[in-house]
T-cell receptor, first 115, second 114 residues
Framework: DAGVTQSPTHLIKTRGQQVTLRCSPK?????VSWYQQALGQGPQFIFQ???????QRGNFPDRFSGHQFPNYSSELNVNALLLGDSALYLC??????????????FGAGTRLSVL | QQQVKQSPQSLIVQKGGISIINCAYE??????FPWYQQFPGKGPALLIA?????SEKKEGRFTISFNKSAKQFSLHIMDSQPGDSATYFC?????????????FGGGTRLMVKP
């Protein structure tokens, strides 16, 4: 049973460009959350998708957007990249059910470097 | 702003010793408190978690102690091993219909010396 998978593993972009990161949740999971982890810090919540809709959003600008597909996979898009967007982007998935949604399993992340 | 404060930032323990990491939270609506372990180049892995209706939970060498009145919880790693060397994050969430975002502490880098 595959865990949470993210692609690509690493990505290098320049300021002003746009980037799309992808995530496939664990089998049986329907909720996907995205987090940003700067070097040496704890992950920061970006947003959560469930039933193809954004259900909750953290303190991130509109440059960060997402999408969830009918197969529960998800994309994170970041427009007009800034140097400060350089970070590890983590995807987490959880099972249906209010209590089960707390239990989030993380992928290995996508390391984004903005030059 | 919901916050979870974690201490210490780094910790060095001898093999066989006890590692203790502490966290404090502000939002009394939090109802789920997990600990994650992260190795370099990997994503966080769920280690152990507790809900506020119990004061302690033990799984193998890992124990969470929870003090609801003080709004604090801690992770104890008994018989610490070099393989436990990693960064540990505490987190908290509040389950509701809007979502279950995790709020993380700043992390503790643990080194277990042989």
């Amino acid at each position: 049973d595959a865990g949470v998978t993210q692609s690509p593993t690493h990505l290098i972009k320049t300021r002003g460009q746009q980037v799309t990161l992808r995530c496939s949740p664990k089998s049986g999971h329907d909720t996907v959350s995205w987090y940003q982890q700067a070097l040496g810090q704890g992950p920061q919540f970006i947003f959560q998708y469930y039933e193809e809709e954004e259900r909750q959003r953290g303190n991130f600008p509109d440059r960060f957007s997402g999408h969830q597909f009918p197969n529960y996979s998800s994309e994170l898009n970041v427009n007009a990249l800034l140097l400060g967007d350089s970070a590890l982007y983590l995807c987490a998935s959880s099972k249906p059910g209010q209590l089960a949604k707390n239990i989030q399993y993380f992928g290995a992340g996508t390391r984004l470097s903005v030059l | 702003q919901q916050q979870v404060k974690q201490s210490p930032q780094s910790l060095i323990v001898q093999k066989g010793g006890i590692s203790i990491i502490n966290c404090a939270y502000e939002n009394t609506a939090f109802d789920y408190f997990p600990w994650y372990q992260q190795f370099p180049g990997k994503g966080p892995a769920l280690l152990i978690a507790i809900r506020p209706d119990v004061s302690e939970k033990k799984e193998g060498r890992f124990t969470i102690s929870f003090n609801k009145s003080a709004k604090q919880f801690s992770l104890h790693i008994m018989d610490s091993q070099p393989g436990d060397s990693a960064t540990y994050f505490c987190a908290a969430s509040r389950g509701n219909n809007a979502g279950n975002m995790l709020t993380f502490g700043g992390g503790t880098r643990l080194m277990v010396k042989p």
